[in-house]
C-alpha cells in the first residue's frame, strides 16, 4: 500500500467522519427508536389537513436522507478501523484494492472486480 495514498486517504476519511457526524447531529433529534438514534426533526407548518400532508412528506424525505447519511458514515468508519487494523486496501474478497479505486472512493471495501 502506497504511504501516501493512506494518509491522504485517511485524511479524507476523517474529514468525512467529521462532515457526516456534523450534519446528521445538526438537524435531528435524538431518539432511540431510530436507526444511529437520531431522526429527522417534524416540522410544524400548520394545522389544515393539507399542511399536515405536508409535514409528513418532509418528514419521510428528511428521514431517507438521515439513513443515507447513516449508511455513508457506516462505510466510513469501516475504512478507518481497516486502516487502523492495517487491512486497508484489501478487498473483502482477498484481493488488492486498485490505488484508482481508493483515490475515487476512499471508503471502498471491494475491488473494482468484486464491487459488481
Known amino acids: 500500500m502506497n504511504k501516501q495514498l493512506l494518509e491522504t486517504n485517511q485524511a479524507k476519511l ?18 432511540a427508536e431510530f436507526p444511529g438514534g437520531r431522526k429527522p426533526k417534524f416540522a410544524e407548518v ?4 393539507s399542511e399536515n400532508a405536508q409535514e409528513s412528506e418532509q418528514f419521510a424525505d428528511d428521514l431517507s436522507v438521515d439513513e443515507n447519511l447513516e449508511a455513508r458514515l ?9 486502516i487502523a487494523d ?14 484508482a479505486r481508493l483515490l475515487a472512493e476512499p ?3 471491494t475491488c473494482i472486480k468484486h464491487a459488481k
Open 46 to 49: 400548520g394545522t389544515e389537513q
Open 74 to 82: 457506516k462505510l466510513v468508519d469501516a475504512a478507518l478501523a481497516r
Open 86 to 99: 492495517g487491512t486497508y486496501g484489501k478487498c473483502a474478497m482477498g484481493d488488492e484494492i486498485e490505488e
Open 14 to 31: 476523517l474529514a468525512e467522519q467529521k462532515r457526516l457526524k456534523t450534519i446528521l447531529t445538526h438537524g435531528s433529534n435524538v431518539d
Open 107 to 109: 471508503a471502498a471495501a
